[in-house]
């Protein structure tokens, strides 16, 4: 075993046998390279990544490939989802060298961490030959190799820098400058890229995109535009039909290869699933479709069931595409066997063919788009389905637990048990929530990124991992009613303020202030697979900010708009996340009360999508909004709020409703 075996990513550990002399990320390899004045290749990767585990096949399994390399460079092995602040740097490097990025990524280094040249995969023999000459650079054109680093280096930086410089005291004196025209332009550019008849953005390859979704959703609840309306039911219909909604088990592939969302890359993400439930809930709430709840129901339990749920509390990070070392074994079927174990009414529901209708075999979907509420004779075929399904080789699991995308998972499963009167759910973000504050903090208040196998990795978290820890304890107090999560949430917004905060330039750094330096300090802003930092918290901050009344919550939400303003009006689809934060801002967020025993108007709140509401009820804590109103003459009412002026406080649940749908 080399260096990787006792690593907490399973990422790494896969590699542990690899004839390569890995290293892990850190001053270890570093030095080595230094002593040796050898380059460094670096290869980032995550365990759900077909393409990754093909050049571990072809390259790092192999002896001769091995031995190559473990004379030409020091190797190291970075898992990106532990380290998404190293794989932003070297992605934005090889974006620059080679046009676009991918994973498996491979960047040679200087041993000071600067990047001189990379790719995504390589072959075999490219990847060995592309060794030898990087060598050959190396010991003969040094200079010209230390230029390119260098400025490689100077551009990553200069592409960091945001302007104008913002701080969060200047955040309430900028926010008037903001505008409606903000949004209407991010959810005139969805409607540029929107593809009417088969739903979603883009062409192929076809991802989910649920920020984009819940951005034409908040239009549509705002102005009433039906047009906006058409894109979020017409994509929730097309993705829940698709091959990439696993109509067995529920949950969602990380995408789909083809327009029509029928062939998916099998891998199934946290992170996706986590996004998808909470939007595919709000659809409901919205446009009243009962496939779209079913597709919330059927996720949540994929979700919070083995093998996705740890045993320790958390959720697991993925699975694979992969099993038996084929892509999509588990999830594909021949004509016989659907028909064999479900009978021929179920091969035509969903979509089978004798000959296949993917590579020879039947990936499972629906040819009659929305049509997903079973019949009772096909439930029944999809049980057995699932239960024939289950006795096979299961694909291979990332079973560590990502502050990150526990915290997204923790706010979906508030909200949507709350909305669906599912305590089970909200029992289980609270289970979910108590692990993190248990295995992922530490004495020193001090968070982790991620958990496996009874232990917490070394690596700090980053700025999104507290944004979104803002976001779950939040949506967990308004869920659950309980106190205690609204000042943890305000404990997470602290030291994400005090540890994060640019004051140079505004905005929240990926690393804090006392984590690792890399050549370039860099800000997350831009939505990616899952939301931008800086967007998560802007959304975050203002609720919260409502809900306690700090203002120094809702300033640096204000400035991290204000700072990135420029940057949405060029490119708005780049931060739909933020395009929330901009709608709350122009907007105001209605500020809900409710006192007393009076469950009736708080269903009635929680059972509806209202993008610009918080809600406060249960345990009394610090804030304004319960200032006043403990005492018996206020008890069983519904104080609502909007740009500090308050209404006269509601008694009745369809008068309540009433004025928050207006």
Not at 67 to 90: C, F, G, I, Q, T
Not at 613 to 625: D, N, Q, R, T
Request: glycine share 10%.
């Amino acid at each position: 075993m080399n260096r990787l075996a006792d690593e907490t990513s399973p990422y790494l550990r896969q590699h542990r046998d690899n004839p390569v002399d890995w290293y892990p990320w850190g001053a270890e390899a570093f030095d080595r390279a230094r002593g040796l004045d050898r380059p460094i290749l670096l290869s980032i990767g995550y365990s759900a990544c077909h393409w990754c585990h093909v050049m571990a096949h072809e390259s790092f399994e192999n002896d001769a490939t091995a031995a190559v390399m473990n004379e030409l460079v020091v190797s190291v092995k970075v898992d990106r989802e532990e380290r998404p602040d190293v794989d932003a740097v070297y992605m934005d490097a090889v974006q620059a060298i080679a046009g676009q990025g991918g994973w498996p990524m491979t960047v040679f280094l200087t041993p000071d961490a600067r990047p001189f040249f990379g790719g995504t995969y390589f072959p075999r023999d490219r990847f060995v030959d592309v060794l030898r000459r990087v060598d050959a650079a190396w010991r003969e054109q040094r200079a010209e190799i230390e230029s390119d680093a260098d400025r490689l280096a100077d551009a990553i930086r200069e592409g960091a820098r945001i302007s104008p410089i913002a701080t969060a005291e200047t955040g309430p004196a900028a926010a008037p400058t903001l505008s409606a025209g903000l949004v209407t332009a991010g959810v005139q550019a969805l409607r540029q890229a929107y593809d009417a008849e088969w739903g979603g953005f883009g062409r192929a390859p076809k991802f989910p995109q649920p920020s984009m979704v819940e951005l034409a959703l908040r239009a549509h609840v705002r102005t009433g535009d039906p047009g906006a309306l058409d894109m979020v039911t017409t994509t929730l219909d097309a993705m829940a039909s698709g091959g990439i909604y696993d109509h067995l088990g529920g949950g969602f592939a990380r995408y789909a290869t083809d327009r029509h969302w029928r062939v998916p890359h099998f891998e199934k993400m946290l992170y996706d699933n986590a996004l998808l439930l909470r939007l595919y809930l709000r659809g409901w709430q919205v446009a009243g479709a009962e496939h779209h709840r079913q597709v919330v129901e059927e996720t949540a339990a994929y979700l919070l069931a083995p093998p996705m749920r740890s045993p320790a509390g958390g959720i697991h990070s993925a699975e694979d595409a992969d099993s038996e070392g084929v892509e999509g074994r588990f999830y594909t079927w021949s004509y016989t066997d659907i028909v064999g174990i479900g009978g021929e009414d179920a091969a035509a529901w969903y979509g089978a063919t004798p000959a296949g209708n993917w590579e020879g075999t039947n990936i499972l979907w629906r040819p009659e788009r929305g049509r997903l509420l079973r019949p009772a004779e096909i439930e029944h075929a999809r049980r057995r389905l699932l239960a024939q399904r289950e006795a096979r080789v299961r694909p291979g699991l990332d079973d560590k637990v990502v502050t990150e995308w526990n915290a997204m998972a923790v706010a979906a499963l508030a909200e949507a048990g709350a909305a669906l009167g599912r305590e089970e759910w909200v029992g289980a973000a609270t289970e979910v929530a108590e692990f993190l504050l248990g295995s992922l903090r530490r004495p020193d208040g001090r968070w982790l990124r991620s958990w496996q196998g009874g232990r917490a990795g070394q690596h700090l978290a980053v700025a999104v991992d507290l944004a979104w820890l803002i976001e779950a304890f939040t949506r967990l107090g308004e869920a659950t009613g309980s106190a205690r999560w609204i000042s943890e949430a305000s404990r997470v917004a602290s030291a994400l303020l005090e540890g994060f905060w640019d004051d140079d330039e505004g905005g929240l750094l990926t690393v804090g202030h006392d984590g690792e330096r890399l050549i370039v300090r860099a800000k997350d802003t831009y939505d990616g697979a899952t939301p931008s930092a800086n967007g998560v918290a802007a959304q975050a901050l203002l609720r919260l900010g409502a809900l306690t009344g700090e203002e120094r919550f809702s300033s640096a939400a204000a400035a991290i708009v204000d700072l990135l303003e420029p940057t949405l009006r060029r490119h708005p689809l780049a931060g739909t996340w933020l395009l929330g934060a901009v709608d709350l801002l122009v907007g105001g967020v209605t500020e809900v009360a409710i006192t007393g025993e009076r469950r009736d108007l708080v269903e009635a709140v929680q059972s509806r999508y209202l993008p610009d509401a918080v809600l406060a009820w249960g345990e009394p804590y610090p804030s304004p909004l319960w200032e006043g109103r403990t005492g018996p003459a206020e008890e069983g009412l519904a104080f609502v709020c909007r740009d500090s002026v308050c209404l006269a406080p509601f008694a009745a649940s369809d008068a309540l409703v009433e004025e928050l749908l207006a």
